[in-house]
T-cell receptor, first 115, second 114 residues
Framework: KQEVTQIPAALSVPEGENLVLNCSFTDSAIYNLQWFRQDPGKGLTSLLLIQSSQREQTSGRLNASLDKSSGRSTLYIAASQPGDSATYLCAVRKYSGAGSYQLTFGKGTKLSVIP | GAGVSQTPSNKVTEKGKYVELRCDPI?????LYWYRQSLGQGPEFLIY????????DSGLPNDRFFAVRPEGSVSTLKIQRTERGDSAVYLCASSLSSGGYEQYFGPGTRLTVT
């Protein structure tokens, strides 16, 4: 059974700092990996999706890397801002039959950026 | 364009009651997923629909949970004889088709069983 672990569980940084969030997964036979942001009481917003054949994806101040063979992904946030404060979730997608590509999520990293 | 919508946003019910949670996916999306997120946890897969049929219901915890999608658009998650342990946020996601397409999530329904 696929397990996804995110470290750290919580992180507090001063504004302007660069930071890295970590995600590891036990089964490397994934289709792709997705990073989400979740604000309190809200749904999930997709940040970056990395296909299994890719090594990294970038969007603005965000960069996500994927090392499928070692079961690891990182999300790098440059020049953090208070508006980046949220919970960041990593999810891996694997084909589970009958056309189903269900996501398996980690528990998330709660990020606080202090002004 | 309109995203995934879910109603109600909050639902409080007494133990033993029946509840229905509704999901309205993005227009044209044929794949629909339900997830459940307990406090402090990541979302957990419940069921997947491709069109009208439940292609994968391996995540449903027991037979008190059931979901339908009769016309291949709106879906309803039904929970019978609710228990306090069912309290969670129920999230719905849709994607363009089956396959590894990106899933777009709704805001969720927060269910509280008292």
């Amino acid at each position: 059974k696929q397990e996804v672990t995110q470290i750290p569980a919580a992180l507090s940084v001063p504004e302007g700092e660069n930071l890295v969030l970590n995600c590891s997964f036990t089964d490397s036979a994934i289709y792709n990996l997705q990073w989400f942001r979740q604000d309190p009481g809200k749904g999930l917003t997709s940040l970056l999706l990395i296909q299994s054949s890719q090594r990294e994806q970038t969007s603005g101040r965000l960069n996500a890397s994927l090392d499928k063979s070692s079961g690891r992904s990182t999300l790098y946030i440059a020049a953090s801002q208070p508006g980046d404060s949220a919970t960041y979730l990593c999810a891996v997608r694997k084909y589970s039959g009958a056309g189903s590509y269900q996501l398996t999520f980690g528990k998330g990293t709660k990020l606080s950026v202090i002004p | 364009g309109a995203g995934v919508s879910q109603t109600p946003s909050n639902k409080v019910t007494e133990k033993g009651k029946y509840v229905e949670l509704r999901c309205d996916p993005i227009s044209g999306h044929t794949a629909l997923y339900w997830y459940r997120q307990s406090l402090g946890q990541g979302p957990e897969f419940l069921i997947y629909f491709q069109g009208t049929g439940a292609a994968d219901d391996s995540g449903l915890p027991n037979d008190r949970f059931f979901a339908v999608r009769p016309e291949g658009s709106v879906s309803t998650l039904k929970i019978q004889r609710t228990e306090r342990g069912d309290s969670a946020v129920y999230l719905c996601a849709s994607s363009l088709s089956s396959g590894g397409y990106e899933q777009y999530f709704g805001p969720g329904t927060r269910l509280t069983v008292t």
